[in-house]
């Protein structure tokens, strides 16, 4: 949790600052550009990402402990399961389950790589947008042309950390329900009390 959802936020934050700031002390208006392509890159798409795949992540995490809890019971209650003639519906519930949890993480692994495509878009649509501001600056002297593949690369490379933004909310679904279900376990009252 901390890892994959706290410290993206925080590290996009700092290298958005700092980008904005670099690019606008050349010229303003490249740093309110910048700007407003990393807020859509690590807000509004994230955002998005999490919208689309929460109820994707319930699922996964809410399948895998029903998976688990079979596979256990599967191979503890095997010699059970054989004497009554039922293995092959518990294997078959749990080729089921299998396949929930396959299509789960499809879905999620298919919203992460559109995420993923349209942030890489957004990042060359910023330094592509920040070089056709720049050149006009150059041409007219207000900056000196040994910056101007500097503007650019500093957008594009200020993205680095505002892409992981999309997988961090997604992360946060999955922590949310993850954490859910353990204290749902720790708030369930023992079958046998202790004398």
């Known amino acids: ?21 670099i690019l606008g002390s050349f010229e303003i208006w490249l740093g309110f550009v910048l700007l407003i392509f990393m807020l859509l890159t690590g807000v509004v798409l994230p955002l998005i ?9 319930q699922s996964l995490i809410s399948t895998r402990a029903e998976m688990n809890a079979a596979l ?4 503890q209650g095997m010699a059970d399961l054989v004497a009554y003639g039922v293995e092959e519906r518990q294997q078959a519930r749990v080729m089921g389950l299998s396949e929930q949890l396959f299509r789960a993480q499809e879905r999620l692994a298919i919203i992460r790589g ?8 957004l990042t060359g ?14 041409t007219s002297g207000a900056i000196d042309g040994v910056y101007l593949a500097l503007l ?6 200020a993205f680095e950390a505002v892409q992981p933004l999309a997988q961090s909310f997604q992360m946060l679904e999955a922590s949310q329900a993850a954490a859910k279900r353990v204290f749902e376990l720790i708030d369930t009252p023992p079958i046998v009390s202790d004398p």
């Open 125 to 138: 649509m910023a330094g592509l947008t920040v070089l056709i501001l720049a050149i006009p600056l150059v």
């Open 114 to 121: 559109m995420a993923n495509g349209l942030g890489a878009l």
């Open 72 to 75: 256990v019971d599967e191979i």
């Open 1 to 21: 949790f901390y890892l994959r959802v706290v410290i993206p936020p925080l590290a996009a934050a700092l290298v958005t600052i700092l980008a904005c700031v």
């Open 152 to 157: 650019p690369l500093t957008a594009i490379v």
């Open 49 to 57: 990402t999490r919208w689309l795949s929460s109820a994707s992540a």
